[in-house]
């Protein structure tokens, strides 16, 4: 079992930035991949971006490309999300999740452990 627990969310303005951390304790980190997901109010789970096991490789939803960054450092069990020039829409619970598979980055059911989330409020 993998526990994850995110941190970093809170609320700012517009054009502003927020960098998330999702701290993992149990096994070991580098054998998963590591995504981040979104909800917002009355929508899906939706992908926003992931990291391959060592980190040489990254994917990103379309609307995040650009702004996002994700990293991650093994050495400490954790894996960033920096977000810059927030949007409103980008308000949104987001979530880490880790996945001892091969399945498909942006798809929801390919991840096995997730943390609770953190809340990002960006506003107008």
Same mark, same amino acid.
């Given at each position: ?21 999702? /701290? ?15 909800? /917002? ?56 999740? /880790? ?26």
């Amino acid at each position: 079992q993998v526990q994850l627990v995110e941190s970093g969310g809170g609320l700012v303005q517009a054009g502003g930035s927020l960098r998330l951390s999702c /701290a993992a304790s149990g096994r070991t980190f580098s054998n998963y991949a590591m995504g981040w997901f979104r909800q /917002a109010p009355g929508k899906e789970r939706e992908f926003v971006a992931a990291i391959s096991r060592r980190g040489g490789r990254t994917y990103y939803v379309d609307s995040v490309k650009g702004r996002f960054t994700i990293s991650r450092d093994n050495a400490k069990n954790t894996v960033y999300l920096q977000m810059n020039s927030l949007k409103p829409e980008d308000s949104a619970v987001y979530c880490c999740a /880790a996945d001892q598979g091969y399945g498909s980055t942006w798809d929801v059911d390919s991840y096995d452990y997730w943390g609770q989330g953190t809340q990002v409020t960006v506003s107008s």
